[in-house]
């Protein structure tokens, strides 16, 4: 039995980081009320996080700038042993888009799309455990400037992303009642791009795609080794106030990850094991000045075990002029419970879930 419990924690254990997921697709309190499927559409700056050749709809230049206090909640049962671990963190973002002629736009984003931030338990005998407790925190923040053209109903655009990165581990280790806590930090940069395409062919009716490429780097202590990342928009007004968007995208997690050279991650907490789709679907209504939104999104969980994390998002913006408006945004996630049984006991279960408040501001110069 004990062979069995063994080898079984890779297997486990590697849906832990993702149940929280790497990939943070909340960019701004638009996006997030919108679920990302808006990249077809540009309601303001930040679509660049989406699809950067739709600023091309933005006919004046806008500034967006957005907050959002994040959090997720880790519950685990590992052998009758119970333990808990909540986790917050505040993730700012910024854009702005400019026409530059009738032809050529620009565009800049300050925003995150890869975060993590989560701790797993000692397990085994406190005098002796298997593994010891360990808390792992990457984070890359982007910069992302773009340049787009349009001819006639199709934009085109091609972004540069720098990339800086900031990375944590931490372990408590115990050997035969004595306690060691070790401590890793550093930060490195590196660089990708994305190319994309908007096609517009009616005023109601609007497609968009992205493709983000992979990056590699990373200093002697930790490696980032990101995936590329596939995505296509389409968004339909059936009426003039109301607008519906989906959006569809695969991103190549398979051998994928973060690599610590301090950590052997016995538990497959950093690489992805499969690919993972991602499918979207929000509407927006227009009630004077106010814009109504709502949005569903399910992720495929790249472990060994697989499954999806469902989101559910509402939010409503308000215009106070021509110049202002205000966003405010509501996230609840509901991540793949990961269990394993033998017989009719249960030996290891782990439960998360996650919320998002963002505040977001427009303005628009006239």
């Given at each position: 039995m004990s062979r069995q419990i063994i080898s079984f924690f890779p297997l486990f254990f590697s849906s832990s980081l993702f149940a929280t997921g790497l990939s943070f697709s909340e960019?701004?309190?638009?996006?997030?009320?919108?679920?990302?499927?808006?990249?077809?559409?540009?309601?303001?700056?930040?679509?660049?996080?989406l699809a950067p050749s739709s600023i091309t709809q933005l006919e004046v230049k806008?500034?967006?700038?957005?907050?959002?206090?994040?959090?997720?909640?880790?519950?685990?049962?590992?052998?009758?042993?119970?333990?808990?671990?909540e986790k917050k963190h505040p993730i700012p973002s910024f854009f702005?888009?400019?026409p530059l002629s009738h032809n050529f736009y620009a565009g800049f984003g300050l925003y995150s799309r890869i975060a993590a931030d989560i701790s797993v338990p000692e397990i085994g005998p406190s005098f002796l455990p298997l593994f010891y407790e360990t808390r792992v925190s990457p984070i890359v923040?982007?910069?992302v400037p773009t340049l787009a053209y349009r001819w006639g109903t199709l934009s085109i655009a091609a972004s540069a992303e720098y990339m800086h990165a900031e990375y944590e581990l931490?372990?408590?280790?115990?050997?035969?009642?004595?306690?060691?806590?070790?401590?890793w930090k550093g930060r490195d940069n590196g660089w990708s791009g994305a190319l994309s395409l908007t096609w517009?062919?009616?005023?109601?009716?609007?497609?968009?795609?992205?493709?983000?490429?992979?990056?590699?780097?990373?200093?002697?202590?930790?490696?980032?080794?990101?995936?590329?990342?596939t995505s296509f928009y389409f968004s339909w007004l059936p009426t003039e106030v109301w607008t519906i968007n989906v959006s569809v995208s695969e991103t190549m997690w398979d051998g994928k990850g973060i690599h610590y050279s301090e950590y052997n991650d016995p538990f497959g907490l950093l690489v992805g094991e499969r690919n993972s789709k991602r499918v979207a679907i929000s509407s927006s209504y227009q009630w004077?000045?106010?814009?109504?939104?709502?949005?569903?999104?399910?992720?495929?969980?790249?472990?060994?075990?697989?499954?999806?994390?469902?989101?559910?998002?509402?939010?409503?913006?308000?215009?106070?002029?021509?110049?202002?408006l205000v966003t405010g945004a509501w996230l609840q996630e509901h991540y793949e419970p990961k269990e394993y049984n033998m017989g009719a006991t249960q030996l290891v279960s782990v439960k998360n879930d996650g919320m998002a408040i963002s505040i977001g501001v427009n303005y628009k110069f006239r």
């Open positions: 960019s701004s309190a638009t996006n997030t009320a919108l679920a990302s499927a808006n990249g077809a559409i540009a309601l303001d700056a930040s679509v660049l996080a806008n500034i967006t700038a957005a907050m959002t206090q994040y959090s997720v909640t880790s519950d685990y049962e590992i052998f009758g042993k119970v333990s808990q671990y702005i888009s400019s923040l982007s910069a931490e372990q408590n280790r115990r050997h035969f009642g004595h306690d060691k806590h070790s401590r517009k062919p009616r005023s109601d009716l609007s497609f968009a795609v992205k493709h983000q490429y992979g990056s590699d780097f990373g200093d002697k202590q930790a490696n980032f080794d990101l995936p590329s990342q004077g000045d106010w814009l109504f939104m709502a949005g569903y999104s399910e992720d495929e969980v790249i472990d060994s075990l697989g499954g999806k994390d469902k989101r559910y998002r509402l939010g409503m913006s308000y215009k106070f002029n021509d110049n202002w």
